[in-house]
């Protein structure tokens, strides 16, 4: 039985990775700073699919949380076989408006962490000749629109590149970039929704089987929606002066997740 490791995994994308690795029969690590909710989550899945779930608290923004969880990717005895760089969140307000504090939290959180924890799975993972890499970033990663984009556009670059370096060794890496999705991503920001058309949100178990499906294809980017493909699509010949007045006026500040 092959084992999943997620990152942020009590909610939203994370939650839902976790759901569908564990209908299919995977065991997990479980990684987020909430012992409880951890907890809860991995005796509901142990006892509704019969799969091992074990917890591990730790905060990303802080090295030892990010050095806790590389340690346990790097153990050869229990190893990992996906690992799931899910963690991550959003700042409410523009730039020169954010503390610096938080702006650098999140490059440590969606930067630091992805980057650290990805070489510290695909080692162990090159040697065994198989194992997979999926690192969530947003579709916010090709609109000019502040530190947020900024950071998904690295993690999208990171694994394509990684994915390329790494490329018939048996190891899968990928980036999944979905548009907005119904989460607690924007409360925890504080950020309003109301503005969001409907048709613009997805629901996250069908943006996880579409990126496990793409995973699966060798894909090294994953837009797991033909919405938010074609409007990609639209992005890349529209000048990116006007994307950004595009994303000032649906009332995001970092970008959907």
């Known amino acids: 039985m092959t084992t999943a490791l997620i990152t942020g995994s009590t909610a939203g994308i994370g939650s839902a990775f976790a759901r569908r690795l564990a209908a299919d029969g995977h065991n997990l690590v479980l990684v987020a700073r909430d012992v409880k909710r951890l907890r809860e989550q991995a005796t509901e899945l142990h006892d509704r699919h019969g799969i091992e779930a074990e917890v591990l608290a730790a905060d990303l923004s802080t090295d030892d949380g990010i050095e806790a969880v590389a340690t346990r990717l790097k153990d050869r005895k229990n190893a990992v076989d996906l690992l799931v760089n ?11 408006d954010v503390p610096m504090a938080d702006e650098l939290t999140m490059l440590k959180v969606h930067c630091e962490a992805v ?16 194992g997979g890499v999926i690192n969530v970033a947003s579709v916010a990663a090709f609109v000019p629109r502040g530190t947020y984009g900024a950071s998904k556009a690295w993690v999208v670059q990171f694994t394509q590149g990684a994915a390329r370096d790494l490329a018939g060794s048996g190891v899968r890496l990928m980036a999944l970039a979905p548009g907005f999705v119904r989460t607690e991503f924007h409360q925890r920001a504080g950020m309003g929704t109301d503005n969001i058309p409907n048709w613009m949100w997805l629901d996250a178990d069908k943006v996880v089987a579409a990126a496990l499906a793409d995973l699966a294809r060798g894909r ?11 409007l990609m699509g639209l992005a890349k010949v529209t000048p990116r002066s006007l994307l950004g007045g595009i994303t000032s006026r649906t009332g995001r500040k970092y970008g959907p997740q």
């Open 86 to 96: 899910n963690a991550g969140f959003g700042n409410k307000g523009r730039f020169l």
């Open 220 to 230: 090294s980017l994953s837009i797991p929606d033909p919405r938010y493909k074609a």
């Open 115 to 130: 980057l650290r924890l990805t070489a510290a799975a695909t080692g162990g993972m090159r040697e065994r000749g198989r």
